[in-house]
């Protein structure tokens, strides 16, 4: 569509504008603020420069914190998105059973999050939960806990049981963007089951794939209620992913400096993702 | 290939459908037999975690205070959203394509990094422990949620029904309201359900923005189970409750929720 250029456009925008610069440009200053001073108490605040940088960038707890999150986040998309495509790929075209497929598969998508944790909790719960009975009555020691691979199991599986239909669903929305004709075509060639699949299928759906690994990407970066309802974080330090680490240094120890220039590193590595996010569903726009 | 046309979703579902069926179990479970050891089912079915959660007011007023942030949370996200999408839809102007990334850089925010500056905002303009106080700060989300799907929707409507309206003497405001909001209705409805959504299934913010007067259900349950621990029953059947709410609507919004999810692009 072409726009025509009207810079009263920006009356429209403005209460938008107004409310969440209200919401999102005052706490990050007061983020800003508070990640280059210092507090002894009573609001008395000394400039510090860049030493909680430097000591977050330093510290362990934080590359501990960094790499759990970057391996979560990756183990959860290698499982997530070739999963999700392929029960995408088998799920009927048409006919009755498509919206009950689709209203069952969004269910977990719809639940409140503490409550994601707090049902995974109960499932996996050594002693008389469905998982962690029958893990243990197989033979395998299943105890999340105490075992920080229980723990890592629990959580990647409740994410993979909680987010997966995100990712059927844009790819099913994707495939249904075919024309019957584009298969009819692919079996007058006698093509295979795979370069159906390669040449017709995979080309539709490379837009919405690429928005869903990216909306999984940030969404799993930024995760906190599930994990932190089913584990705590534990056992010890094992399921302490970013947010629940910052959550606990700013407000468990209230350590504001620390917090603050964790928050801040924090922010700009989702900025570089969203602006990876919107160069690519631009590009496919102007296209 | 036939057969597995059909096991693999049906696995899938059966795979999404555990947990739910187990918490509904525990849910109607006493607390005896919960602690008592492992039964695939309820031996002594009984119904009192329901009665307990609809009579006792700290509960039910938890439903209450979640169902009122959300809901004002709602109006204000789309009604400031409309005029919004509707500019970035239909017009080019000086720094549009920034304000619209800056929009989405607030989606994709943790809300881990705002929880405590907004723990101090909303105590200092003494709005703290309201409604009013989480449903704001949802908005932080909620509206770019908001404008980048209405934006999707309403660039589906070509530009001709605009001038059209022009010419036929139709000033803006009756456009919009008579004309052109009916054309996007589903995408409004779409739009409202997903910001019911998002605020309903958020937690990290309402728990941090109230204390006791307006204490969202999600806070009362993660007390719950932090404190008494063993009072399993209830906490499931107050998690039952909590997703019935999203397995009503969802029917009607079955075609829409790619869509939604992918903020308007598919």
């Known amino acids: 569509m072409t726009k025509t250029w009207n810079n009263r456009a920006w009356f429209f925008v403005l209460p938008v504008l107004l409310l969440v610069a209200f919401n999102a440009i005052i706490p990050l200053m007061t983020v800003v603020n508070y990640s280059v001073q210092e507090t002894f108490g009573n609001n008395l605040f000394f400039f510090e420069g860049t030493k909680w940088y430097e000591a977050v960038l330093a510290s362990e707890r934080f590359h501990g914190a960094l790499l759990r999150q970057f391996m979560f986040t990756g183990i959860i998309l290698l499982i997530e998105v070739p999963l999700g495509v392929a029960i995408a790929l088998t799920m009927p075209r048409s006919g009755p059973w498509v919206s009950v497929c689709l209203v069952l598969m969004a269910l977990p998508l719809l639940i409140p999050w503490n409550v994601v944790g707090a049902m995974w909790n109960i499932m996996a719960l050594p002693d008389i939960g469905l998982l962690g009975y029958g893990l243990n009555k197989l033979g395998i020691p299943y105890n999340f806990t105490r075992q920080p691979f229980s723990a890592w199991f629990t959580v990647v599986l409740m994410d993979v049981w909680h987010w997966t239909s995100l990712v059927v669903l844009l790819a099913y929305a994707g495939l249904r963007s075919i024309p019957e004709a584009y298969y009819q075509a692919a079996k007058i060639d006698g093509a295979s089951r795979f370069s159906v699949f390669r040449f017709i299928q995979l080309p539709k759906m490379n837009r919405v794939l690429t928005i869903a690994v990216l909306l999984r990407f940030m969404d799993s970066f930024m995760i906190y209620t599930e994990p932190f309802v089913l584990t705590g974080g534990g056992p010890g330090n094992s399921t302490t992913f970013l947010s629940i680490d910052l959550v606990k240094a700013a407000l468990g120890e209230f350590n504001l400096g620390i917090a603050a220039a964790m928050s801040i590193i924090y922010f700009l590595m989702t900025l570089l993702v969203s602006w990876i996010f919107y160069t690519l569903m631009t590009r496919g726009e102007e296209q | ?266």
């Not at chain 2, 525990?26 to 037999?33: A, I, P, R």
């Not at chain 2, 949620?145 to 000033?171: C, H, N, Q, R």
């Open chain 2, 1 to 266: 290939m036939r057969l597995s046309r059909w096991l693999v979703p049906t696995l899938y579902i059966v795979f999404l459908l555990l947990p739910i069926y187990w918490l509904v179990n525990m849910s109607f479970k006493t607390t005896n037999e919960i602690l008592g050891g492992f039964s695939p089912w309820p031996k002594n079915f009984t119904i009192d975690s329901y009665v307990t959660i609809l009579t006792n007011p700290v509960w039910y007023n938890g439903y209450i205070s979640s169902i009122s942030y959300v809901l004002i949370n709602t109006v204000i996200s789309v009604s400031f959203a409309l005029p919004a999408a509707y500019a970035f839809s239909r017009y080019r102007f000086l720094g549009d394509k920034h304000l619209f990334f800056w929009l989405l850089t607030n989606r994709m925010a943790p809300p881990a990094v705002f929880a405590l500056p907004f723990y101090q905002l909303y105590s200092a303009i003494g709005l703290f422990d309201t409604p009013w106080a989480v449903a704001l700060a949802h908005c932080l989300f909620n509206i770019p949620l908001a404008v980048w799907i209405l934006e999707g929707f309403m660039s589906g409507v070509p530009k001709e029904i605009d001038e059209t309206a022009y010419i036929d003497g139709y000033s803006f405001p009756r456009f919009f309201v008579k004309i052109f909001m009916p054309l996007i209705a589903s995408g409004i409805g779409v739009t409202a359900f997903f910001c019911f959504m998002f605020s309903w299934v958020e937690l990290l913010l309402a728990k941090t923005l109230t204390s006791v007067a307006a204490k969202p259900i999600a806070a009362v349950m993660t007390r719950t189970a932090s404190t008494s621990g063993y009072e399993l029953g209830l906490l499931a059947a107050a998690g039952v409750l909590t997703i019935i709410p999203g397995a009503i609507v969802i029917y009607f919004v079955r075609n829409y929720i790619a869509k939604g999810f992918a903020l308007g692009r598919v």
